[in-house]
């Protein structure tokens, strides 16, 4: 019987806890201001992300992706 209830909370915590890829898209940063990506990519080189893709989108905005592994962040400029 309690391996049964100590399935049951292992099944409930699993369903509980709240996994989401790390994709989002952060758009609070100035990065037009070289100051803003140069320490962007200092910090972020620092925490072991790699810049993959640098890029203007059809807004004229400028658009960096940043790969860890299997993980990945996106920064938009306002």
Do not use: H
């Amino acid at each position: 019987m309690k391996k049964l209830q100590l399935l049951l909370i292992a099944m409930i915590l699993l369903f509980a806890i709240d996994v989401k890829a790390d994709d989002t898209i952060n758009s609070n940063l100035d990065l037009i201001n070289p100051d803003v990506r140069k320490c962007l990519l200092e910090s972020s080189k620092s925490e072991g992300w790699e810049l993959t893709t640098l890029y203007f989108n059809a807004d004229n905005k400028l658009v960096m992706i940043f790969e860890k592994g299997e993980n990945s962040r996106t920064y938009m400029s306002k």
